[in-house]
């Protein structure tokens, strides 16, 4: 009985193994070509066989190279980035990391920051489901399970002789800082110095 029952836990534990072998993923390829001023992206399968082509006509860029649930693109009839999973449908606006050049965020930790129309900060996982709800005035990207906010912030420019419109950069200076998990939920909040919260946090050296 006691070997039965030894056997029939081994089946059951492969089948588990087996099963979430299957919920993985795929992952796909996304092809770039060009056809006269006009760039052509197609996202293709393990097995070769394009899934997905983007219309010139409606988007200007992809900026993935492989995808998994959705990719990040640059509508033509949208401001900014957005993603958009493999039937087309618009999940959320990318929130952009650099001021004043195409950068869209991408996945860290299994979180990507996103923006709302009035340009608050939240989170989407990555599946391309939206877990924490646009909220923050700033917030980094997440390392492990941390991801460090800011609240009334201010835009200082690094060089202050340049003036030209979409030349200048930024930094962003912050009055209170804090940390969130990844439910969203704010773990700490202060006077603390981006610096401070980042040696806490054990944040990788910038």
Not at 64 to 70: L, S
Not at 89 to 118: C, H, K, M, W
Not at 142 to 166: L, M, Q, V
């Amino acid at each position: 009985m006691r070997e039965l029952l030894l056997i029939a836990i081994g089946i059951t534990t492969l089948l588990s193994c087996s099963d979430k072998e299957s919920l993985k993923s795929e992952k796909f390829v996304v092809h770039s070509s060009t056809s006269g001023n006009s760039y052509l992206y197609s996202i293709v399968n393990s097995k070769n066989d394009t899934i997905l082509k983007l219309d010139p006509e409606k988007y200007w860029v992809c900026f993935d190279d492989t995808v998994e649930n959705f990719l990040v693109v640059a509508p033509k009839d949208k401001k900014g980035w957005w993603a958009i999973d493999f039937k087309e449908n618009f999940l959320f606006q990318v929130y952009n990391t650099s001021e004043g050049e195409p950068s869209p965020d991408e996945l860290n930790f299994n979180r990507i920051r996103i923006v709302d129309e009035a340009g608050k900060i939240g989170f989407a996982d990555e599946t391309g489901k939206v877990v924490i709800t646009p909220a923050f005035e700033q917030a980094t990207a997440f390392n492990k399970d941390y991801a460090i906010i800011g609240e009334s912030c201010r835009k200082i420019p690094w060089d202050t002789t340049h003036t030209e419109a979409g030349c200048n950069h930024y930094s962003i200076e912050c009055a209170r800082n804090g940390y969130i998990d990844k439910a969203g939920n704010v773990m700490d909040v202060g006077l603390y110095t981006l610096e401070e919260l980042w040696d806490k946090l054990d944040f990788p050296e910038r």
